[in-house]
């Protein structure tokens, strides 16, 4: 998986090389991928790449806070999972981003709402430009980097939630 140079000059002076970032990669997981290796079968393989993926998306959201992005079914399914281990999450958020990460899912009301269906794009431009590629076994919406405006309409995937428009 690509790791492109730290993005920098963002709206709060926040870099991937920033100490509450990079603490956020050394954060020790692995009872978060046990779990998901035991309860949902997954592979170590599988629990390692969504775990790194995890990570990059709490990057994002600690570096832009007010992006409004949204994980994809895998990466959504290890912070669900990394939330049961409450004081471990709470301290996670904390040392992470100085505050609670609150989760906030939407509704299948909410996907027509026309500021939703570009939290998928959003995402991945944001993902992109810190990380390179995403992985599309990860993020189905990756096509949606490759996009150049907010209305590239391609994603179509079923995995992809909001359409990226």
């Known amino acids: 998986m690509k790791n492109t140079k730290p993005q920098q000059n963002n709206q709060l002076g926040v870099s991937l090389s920033d ?3 990079s603490r ?5 997981l692995s009872r978060v991928r046990q779990h998901l290796a035991e309860r949902k079968r997954w592979s170590v393989k599988r629990c390692l790449a969504v775990d790194q993926e995890y990570r990059r998306f709490i990057a994002l959201h600690v570096i832009h806070p007010k992006a409004g992005i949204s994980p994809s079914k895998l ?3 290890m912070w669900h999972t990394h939330v049961l281990f409450t004081r ?5 958020c904390e040392t992470i981003a100085g505050k ?4 906030n899912p939407f509704l ?7 500021e939703v269906k570009k939290v998928p794009h959003r995402t991945m431009m944001l993902y992109r430009r810190h990380f390179g590629k995403p992985d599309p076994k990860i993020w189905p919406w990756a096509k949606c980097a490759d996009c150049t405006t907010a209305s590239c309409g391609d994603c179509t995937s079923s995995d992809c939630g909001p359409r990226c428009t």
């Open 19 to 21: 100490e509450p970032v």
């Open 24 to 28: 956020l990669f050394r954060w020790d």
């Open 75 to 77: 990466v959504d399914e």
């Open 88 to 92: 471990d999450y709470a301290k996670f």
């Open 100 to 103: 609670f990460i609150h989760h």
């Open 108 to 114: 299948k009301a909410d996907q027509n709402r026309p």
